[in-house]
């Protein structure tokens, strides 16, 4: 692949590459006395952002995509005999569980023990863990396997009882987003798509604890209707492999891998610290040009207009995505989505920055556990979008309108008079509700911004209009449900995403690469920053 010189990079690659040569050496320095077992904690949730540690913490938190590296060379590596992680509560979203669950299995493939060890476990937790050669909690512990639930809350009856009414417009028979203001309980078609999105997540999880704990999809029902489980009783139901507390793993370590051990002690290797000196390493650089470079974007909460550094602001991101069109050092672009969706103008904005990378090279759309709404309408442009099964996404619809705070203003005695000119110049008062003008001009106005997120989708998806209405009108898929509909390019988390966009942009599976990651946070601790990471 062509590379343009680059002269001027070549004393900041030249320190880079003294800066790998001394974690070179310091690799040598600790895997010289044999493999070691890699210890994990996994963060509660585990962030889509690399976390900075403060005083009194161990250990910087590695993001999901880092864990995910330090996995996925982990398990090809001579120098790693096991690895031992340690869960502090739930990983997050049922995507991220996936993500993670799919590494770990294939490191127990490869066939290096992987023990999880947890105080307690939840639904999500032991999903995790069940991809594990060996599930281990104390005696005192338990398994609270649940399923799932969801549960929403409606206002209407309050506002009420308050004097606000909620004045609200939807496009799209199943977008249920304002259905918080407008009714008691969830509406048919809300509760038609929160079923088979809970079908979808349910059988998945059913078929991946049955799959990683050697039971049938039977017992493993029979156990979620349980619930829950003392220690014991998980471990006689083939829940858990051992009842065991901290100071008894490392007898299970060296017995797993008598290798990784040193007078009946395991040797322990932080993984934030594997991750600077292996999993991280991009090589050494040539120092006439530059190595080829992939971006990876994380973008998570939701969607707003403006600049900020709360969720996704469009004109902070704008300025991330814009530039990597013409950047030339730069193949290809990863944009990881966790979003519910927001404001529609910024998301079209958004929509237009990735499809113009798009127009010179692969930018791929890794859905994180919601992609939905905006979410999926700033995702409709890339070169091509993945998911989890268990991703919520869709949503494909627009709803608006406003609080009604006139009978309230009335109870509590506080008077409102107003001079207008203009039919409409109180469409956005929150003394009245629409005027019938008012109620047309925003039906109208919706209806457009729903058609504009069909032909966006439809453009990005190559399919008519009408394919894209019949599946969009509000509804929620699951990222399999997304996926039956045509609305994904394929099941996978942030490693096939990458993998995706390597191919796409003609690198070769073992080829050397510089992944940026942006927005950057500073990683405070760790070897990765004290030798030049």
Not at 192 to 209: G, H, I, N, Y
């Given at each position: 692949m062509n590379q343009l010189m680059d002269l001027g990079g070549s004393p900041r690659r030249a320190a880079a590459n003294l800066a790998r040569a001394a974690r070179l050496g310091v690799a040598r320095g600790m895997f010289g006395r044999g493999p070691v077992w890699l210890r994990l904690r996994l963060a509660s949730p585990v962030p889509e952002l690399a976390a900075p540690a403060w005083f009194g913490q161990r250990e910087p938190q590695l993001s999901l995509l880092d864990v995910l590296r330090v996995l996925d060379v982990a398990k090809d590596d001579p120098d790693v005999g096991g690895i031992a992680i340690r869960l502090l509560g739930p990983p997050g979203g049922a995507s991220r569980v996936e993500s993670l669950r799919r590494a770990i299995d294939a490191v127990r493939k490869a066939g290096k023990p992987v023990v999880v060890w947890s105080e307690s476990l939840t639904t999500q937790e032991l999903w995790l863990a069940s991809a594990a050669s060996h599930v281990v909690i104390p005696p005192s512990g338990s398994v609270h396997l649940l399923g799932f639930r969801f549960e929403g809350?409606?206002?209407?009856?309050?506002?009420?009882?308050?004097?606000?009414?909620?004045?609200?417009?939807?496009?799209?028979?199943?977008?249920?987003?304002?259905?918080?203001?407008?009714?008691?309980?969830?509406?048919?078609?809300?509760?038609?798509?929160?079923?088979?999105?809970?079908?979808?997540?349910?059988?998945?999880?059913?078929?991946?604890?049955?799959?990683?704990?050697?039971?049938?999809e039977d017992q493993v029902r029979g156990h979620v209707d349980r619930g829950l489980l003392t220690a014991s009783r998980a471990r006689e139901a083939g829940l858990i492999d051992a009842c065991l507390y901290p100071d008894e793993l490392e007898q299970l370590l060296c017995e797993l891998a008598p290798a990784a051990c040193k007078d009946e002690k395991p040797r322990l290797l932080d993984a934030s610290v594997y991750f600077g000196l292996r999993a991280a390493d991009p090589g050494f650089q040539p120092l006439l040009r530059g190595a080829p470079r992939l971006v990876y974007i994380a973008a998570r909460g939701g969607i707003s207009r403006g600049q900020g550094l709360r969720g996704i602001a469009a004109d902070t991101?704008?300025?991330?995505?814009?530039?990597?069109?013409?950047?030339?050092?730069?193949?290809?672009?990863?944009?990881?989505?966790?979003?519910?969706?927001?404001?529609?103008?910024?998301?079209?904005l958004l929509c237009r920055a990735v499809a113009r990378i798009a127009k010179q090279k692969p930018i791929v759309v890794s859905m994180g556990d919601t992609a939905a709404s905006g979410g999926y309408f700033l995702a409709a442009s890339a070169t091509a979008i993945l998911a989890e099964a268990t991703t919520v996404t869709g949503s494909i619809g627009v709803v608006g309108g406003k609080l009604d705070f006139s009978e309230l203003y009335e109870r509590v005695g506080?008077?409102?008079?107003?001079?207008?000119?203009?039919?409409?110049?109180?469409?956005?008062?929150?003394?009245?509700?629409?005027?019938?003008?008012?109620?047309?001009?925003?039906?109208?106005?919706?209806?457009?911004?729903?058609?504009?997120?069909?032909?966006?989708?439809?453009?990005?998806?190559?399919?008519?209009?009408?394919?894209?209405?019949?599946?969009?009108?509000?509804?929620?898929?699951?990222?399999?449900?997304?996926?039956?509909?045509?609305?994904?390019?394929?099941?996978?988390?942030?490693?096939?995403?990458?993998?995706?966009?390597?191919?796409?942009?003609?690198?070769?599976?073992?080829?050397?690469?510089?992944?940026?990651?942006?927005?950057?946070?500073?990683?405070?601790?760790?070897?990765?920053?004290?030798?030049?990471?």
């Open positions: 809350f409606f206002l209407r009856d309050l506002l009420q009882r308050l004097g606000v009414r909620a004045d609200v417009m939807r496009v799209g028979d199943f977008k249920s987003a304002g259905e918080i203001l407008t009714r008691s309980g969830y509406s048919e078609e809300a509760r038609a798509q929160l079923e088979t999105l809970a079908d979808d997540l349910f059988d998945t999880l059913v078929r991946d604890v049955a799959t990683g704990r050697g039971l049938s991101y704008r300025r991330l995505l814009e530039p990597l069109a013409e950047r030339e050092d730069v193949l290809g672009v990863v944009l990881r989505v966790d979003s519910p969706g927001g404001e529609g103008v910024a998301s079209d506080i008077g409102r008079d107003a001079v207008e000119r203009g039919a409409q110049a109180g469409l956005h008062s929150e003394a009245r509700s629409f005027t019938p003008s008012e109620r047309s001009a925003l039906r109208d106005e919706l209806g457009a911004l729903y058609e504009l997120f069909l032909e966006r989708v439809a453009e990005g998806r190559g399919r008519s209009r009408d394919e894209i209405h019949a599946v969009a009108q509000g509804r929620v898929w699951s990222g399999a449900g997304a996926a039956r509909h045509g609305l994904l390019d394929g099941l996978g988390g942030p490693l096939e995403a990458l993998r995706e966009v390597r191919d796409r942009a003609g690198l070769g599976a073992g080829e050397r690469l510089v992944l940026e990651e942006r927005p950057r946070l500073p990683r405070l601790g760790g070897l990765w920053e004290m030798i030049g990471g």
